[in-house]
């Protein structure tokens, strides 16, 4: 299983990026995907995640900034980051919840990071 995240770069304070993860490999079904980040120096945390059936959670730092979406069929998910801030920037990290095959317990799958930096 692998889990590609691609649309990271930079941008100025204020602006927009989308990031994009596809998932592949032998996948059986995917329960939630997300975003995480980890900036320089501090840890890893949550940004966004998306049930199956399309319930999404925030981290408070990017509601109503943020959007999460996802494509079931094609097995991807996106962040639809606006009015991006410094402390915005991190490596964006893609991570999947996926049973790999039938009747096998679900694991937590991750992508390498994609780099976010919001400067002027």
């Known amino acids: 299983v692998q889990l590609q995240a691609s649309g990271g770069g930079l941008v100025q304070p204020g602006g927009s990026l989308r990031l994009s993860c596809a998932a592949s490999g032998s996948i059986f079904s995917i329960n939630a995907m997300g975003w995480y980040r980890q900036a320089p120096g501090k840890q890893r945390e949550l940004v966004a995640t998306?049930?199956?059936?399309?319930?999404?959670n925030y981290a408070d730092s990017v509601k109503g900034r943020f959007t999460i979406s996802r494509d079931v069929a094609k097995k991807m998910v996106f962040l639809q980051m606006n009015s991006l801030k410094p402390e915005d920037t991190a490596n964006y990290y893609c991570?999947?919840?996926?049973?790999?095959?039938?009747?096998?317990?679900?694991?937590?799958?991750w992508g390498k990071g994609t780099l976010v930096t919001v400067s002027s």
């Open positions: 998306i049930t199956s059936g399309g319930i999404a």
């Open positions: 991570n999947a919840d996926l049973i790999p095959h039938p009747h096998m317990r679900s694991v937590d799958y």
